[in-house]
């Protein structure tokens, strides 16, 4: 009877999601990760990440749970408080947020290159009244401060990203050409994070990154922060990293240059290999845009 009431509210929440698109209400979602502020316009175009929050009641929990549990049990993260999350890529904070009201985590460090996203963020981080736990920047990182084209996907608002120099007859998947670009000013992840120096110090802290492919030249930017032997978790995505602009190789030895180990989200259990071996795997999971999530570590 609960199962069925359940399958029945969900049907409920799909159709409102899709009616909502004829009308101007503002949609809330109350989640196991907190409470999310639906955008109109993440409602128009279907966007993934809100459609996923007010419909499933959660965005890559499942991922989410299953990383730090086994962090924490590695000791990368504390049971007992002090730890960070620095999130690049924040989108609209579900993964922080999440992380904070959890209790995982005591504070986050946040960046996203779109402005839509970070005062989506705002917003939620309000609703969830974690205003002392956030810091939040609307920047676009990369390996230099330099000016950069970012681009704003007109179909999926998770999908912006930094547009990276590619040949002309590189064959994109997801028609990422025809989106809206802009020029805008890069910063670097170091440079951003030296008034936390002291907390990241002292702490434990997690990189969680989702940036389209872009993470290569981003690490190339954080040496410091990199050098702290910080765990990382991921979206490795091949196709993604050659659409950035930065050939397999080189992103292949950025890794192997900070983590000796990368671990694999399967099914039933997370498995462990050395980075020597992680362009085998780039290679295996190559094409149609396919990706995994591993969590790297030193």
């Known amino acids: 009877m609960i199962n069925l009431l359940r399958i029945l509210f969900k ?4 159709m409102i999601w899709f009616g909502s698109k004829y009308l101007s209400i503002q949609l809330k979602a109350k989640t196991v990760q907190g409470v999310f502020l639906i955008p109109t316009n993440s ?20 991922i989410y749970q299953r990383s730090i549990n086994f962090l924490k049990s590695k000791k990368y993260l504390s049971d007992k408080g002090n730890n960070t999350i620095i999130d690049v890529g924040i989108n609209n904070g579900v993964i922080s947020i999440g992380a904070l009201l959890a209790g995982d985590f005591d504070y986050s460090i946040g960046f996203d290159g779109c402005k839509n996203h970070i005062q989506s963020c705002r917003r ?4 969830n009244s974690l205003e002392d736990k956030f810091s939040v920047y609307h920047a676009v990182l990369s390996d230099t401060k330099k000016k ?9 608002f998770g999908q912006h990203r930094v547009v990276g120099r590619t040949s002309k007859d590189f064959q994109f998947l997801f028609d990422e050409d025809k989106n809206i670009k802009e020029e ?4 670097t992840l170091d440079s951003l994070l030296v008034p936390y ?8 802290n997690l990189l969680w990154i989702d940036v389209e492919g872009h993470e290569g030249f981003i690490f190339k930017g954080a040496s410091n922060l990199l050098k702290t032997n910080l765990p990382c978790i991921m979206e490795l995505c091949p196709y993604m990293i050659k ?17 000796e180990q990368f671990w694999i989200l399967r099914d039933y259990k997370i498995v462990n290999y050395p980075t ?16 995994s999530n591993i969590i790297l570590t030193p």
Do not use: P, T
């Open 148 to 156: 950069v084209f970012f681009e704003n996907s007109i179909s999926d």
């Open 243 to 259: 659409r950035s602009g930065m050939d397999h190789e080189s992103y292949i030895e950025i890794i192997q240059s900070h983590w």
């Open 276 to 291: 020597s071996v992680i362009g085998n795997f780039m290679q295996e999971i190559d094409g149609n845009g396919s990706y």
């Open 184 to 187: 805008v000013n890069s910063y």
């Open 11 to 14: 049907i409920l929440r799909r």
């Open 197 to 204: 120096s002291e907390k990241l110090r002292v702490g434990n």
């Open 43 to 62: 409602v128009k175009v279907n966007d993934f990440i809100s459609k996923s929050l007010y419909v499933d009641k959660c965005f890559e929990y499942d």
């Open 124 to 127: 939620n981080i309000v609703a």
